[in-house]
């Protein structure tokens, strides 16, 4: 195990339901992230946090909402999701979101929306 | 701007014979280098990263990485390529200046018995 975990595992979710994902990560990193994985498409990094705040929001739907509420926890909020947005959901946490510190990644939320 | 060339999206070989999964990258100053791999159903796994220094770099399993800056390649080699190495690998680059990982399409590896 990677010291990263990810609840649920798996979600199906219609258009109009509001869920959320969990993101616990154990290893004592400064850092974490969300990233989107479709099938044969590049990792998509959604965002990044950095002791709590947000570094980045890669232009994300504003459906999702992510949370940090301590450097441990990563929630990503969803709400009116589109079919599109079915995908595996990765949270990541790595030292420091700069210099060459490699992340950690969960397992992931495999979502579907129906 | 970075990004990441996968070229194959498929690599299959024998057990016990080398396997190779190329890399090329593109970044605008000194770039940080990683690879992953991804089983089923499983996040991804750090395998091994150039930051700097030798250019050869050694990681888990048994898999190493050669960086090539002339070439702007990183590829991933493994000498006896395993059944259990069969899976879908990641290449990832980041500019030094930059904070963002930016990762390949992926390609999978069969190795058959």
């Known amino acids: 195990e990677t010291g990263v975990t990810q609840t649920p595992r798996h979600l199906v979710m219609g258009m109009t339901n509001k869920k959320s994902l969990k993101c616990e990560q154990h290893l004592g990193h400064n850092a974490m992230y969300w990233y989107k994985q479709s099938a044969k498409k590049p990792l998509e990094l959604m965002f990044v946090?950095?002791?709590?705040?947000?570094?980045e929001n890669n232009s994300v739907p504003s459906r999702f909402s992510p949370e940090c509420p301590n450097s441990s926890h990563l929630f990503l909020h969803l709400h009116t999701l589109q079919p599109e947005d079915s995908a595996l959901y990765l949270c990541?946490?790595?030292?420091?979101?700069?210099?060459?510190?490699?992340?950690?990644f969960g397992p992931g939320t495999r979502l579907t929306v129906t | 701007a970075q990004s990441v060339a996968q070229p194959e999206d498929q690599v299959n070989v024998a057990e016990g014979n080398p396997l190779t999964v190329k890399c090329t990258y593109s970044v605008s100053g000194n770039p940080y280098l990683f690879w992953y791999v991804q089983y089923p159903n499983r996040g991804l796994q750090f395998l091994l990263k150039?930051?700097?220094?030798?250019?050869l770099v050694k990681g888990s399993y048994g898999f190493e990485a050669e960086f090539n800056k002339s070439q702007t390649s990183f590829h991933l080699k493994k000498p006896s390529a395993l059944v259990s190495d069969s899976a879908l690998y990641f290449c990832?680059?980041?500019?030094?200046?930059?904070?963002?990982?930016?990762f390949g399409a992926g390609t999978t590896v069969t190795v058959r018995a």
């Open positions: 990832a680059v980041r500019d030094r200046d930059d904070y963002k990982l930016s």
């Open positions: 150039y930051i700097t220094g030798d250019n």
């Open positions: 990541a946490s790595s030292e420091s979101w700069t210099g060459g510190y490699e992340q950690y």
């Open positions: 946090y950095s002791l709590e705040e947000r570094v």
